[in-house]
């Protein structure tokens, strides 16, 4: 199972009140996708990557720096995103919001770092040696700036 595949088949179990429609609908998939700490996810796959496939680490990180640098805003503006949804839409104050998304997070970021620490080393090898970074930081489901723009469009902001 490609690294991709395993991230979004993980946050799809896992509803928390965010979405409006399904884990099938993209946004609500991405906005899911959006509460998982990709840092210590990262901090996973790169540790096993030092220690099985070495020489492919420099590549490895320049990556995932470049898919950060390029996402983290607007991670960051959808993060906020849920909890206004969850004040709003459910009534939690703001600190019952940021507590339950602090906890969809550490119940996502824990599942899939266990995941990663599973990886078979032979499904390992591709992903440090540019796998993960084509196919999984490379996809559109984990370009947070397009999912920002989509609900943008959607509620009719700039």
């Known amino acids: 199972m490609t690294t991709l595949k395993l991230i979004t088949a993980f946050a799809s179990l896992f509803s928390f009140g965010v979405a409006v429609a399904g884990p099938s609908d993209p946004v609500s998939l991405g906005m899911q996708l959006a509460q998982i700490d990709y840092e210590a996810v990262h ?15 420099p590549a490895l990180v320049a990556a995932i720096e470049n898919w950060k640098s390029k996402n983290d805003p607007a991670l960051q503006q959808l993060r906020f995103l849920s909890k206004n949804n969850l004040v709003k839409k459910l009534g939690l104050s703001e600190l019952d919001a940021s507590a339950q998304l602090a906890r969809t997070s550490e119940f996502l970021t824990a599942g899939l ?30 370009d947070f700036n397009a999912l920002l723009v989509k609900i943008q469009a959607a509620n009719g902001s700039p």
């Open 113 to 142: 770092k266990g995941q990663f620490e599973h990886v078979p080393d032979s499904e390992l090898k591709a992903a440090c040696s540019g796998q993960y970074a084509a196919q999984t930081l490379g996809s559109p489901e984990l």
């Open 43 to 57: 901090v996973v796959l790169v540790e096993r990557c030092k220690l099985n496939s070495p020489s492919t680490v």
